[in-house]
């Protein structure tokens, strides 16, 4: 099985930009969560979709979306890019059956807003 | 809510000696833990999970950890480093709303 791809993998943007992430989760998750990764945040999670409704948030501004579509495919979405958005943006994809609390994550897409 | 402390932020190691990475969480309900490894430039990785039966779970590459309910603690360890396990290494927890909470991650960095 394919695992969690992500794309684009690097992406270069600067301040009041907004940028488009994709996620495809492992063939059969239903379940996609995204988190962010910083050197001094270390990681936080952004939020979860399932079924194409968001599950769950973490506490980011309302500049961070999401969605999901109906083959499962996320995209994650930030809007007036500041500075601090300098990240590692990890997607990672779940079963979400019963039991199923194991993530499985993608490579990344690195972002640096100048 | 739940947080996990990670006790180390650095673990500096000679080749085929043992390791230890230490994990401790708090909440104030059952969890499910895991451990994650992060190689330079990657995602994360799943070494192992505890999501409950017996407290000594085996993991890839030669990892193993401890659930010790009581000291609220999960280490991880493995008895023979090589080179290629240099990396960073993530303790995360999670419930029923599947969101993990990480630690602040350890780097093991392997010497010959």
């Known amino acids: 099985k394919a695992g969690v791809t992500q794309t684009p993998r690097y992406l270069i943007k600067t301040r009041g930009q907004q940028v488009t992430l994709s996620c495809s989760p492992i063939s059969g998750h239903r379940s996609v969560s995204w988190y962010q990764q910083t050197p001094g945040q270390g990681l936080q999670f952004l939020f979860e979709?399932?079924?194409?409704?968001?599950?769950n948030k973490g506490n980011f501004p309302g500049r961070f979306s999401g969605r999901q579509f109906s083959n499962s495919r996320s995209e994650m979405n930030v809007s007036t890019l500041e500075l601090g958005d300098s990240a590692l943006y990890l997607c990672?994809?779940?079963?979400?059956?019963?039991?199923?609390?194991?993530?499985?994550f993608g490579p990344g897409t690195r972002l640096l807003v100048l | 809510a739940q947080s996990v402390t990670q006790l180390d932020s650095q673990v500096p190691v000679f080749e085929e000696a043992p390791v230890e990475l230490r994990c401790n969480y708090s909440s104030s309900v059952s969890v499910y833990l895991f451990w994650y490894v992060q190689y330079p430039n990657q995602g994360l990785q799943l070494l192992l999970k505890?999501?409950?039966?017996?407290?000594l779970v085996k993991g890839i590459n030669g990892f193993e950890a401890e659930f010790n309910k009581s000291q609220t603690s999960f280490h991880l360890r493995k008895p023979s480093v090589h080179i290629s396990d240099t990396a960073e290494y993530f303790c995360a927890v999670t419930r029923d709303d599947y969101k993990l909470s990480f630690g602040a991650g350890t780097t093991v960095t392997v010497r010959a």
């Open positions: 505890y999501l409950s039966g017996s407290t």
């Open positions: 979709y399932f079924s194409e409704t968001q599950r």
């Open positions: 990672a994809s779940r079963p979400a059956g019963l039991s199923e609390e194991t993530q499985y």
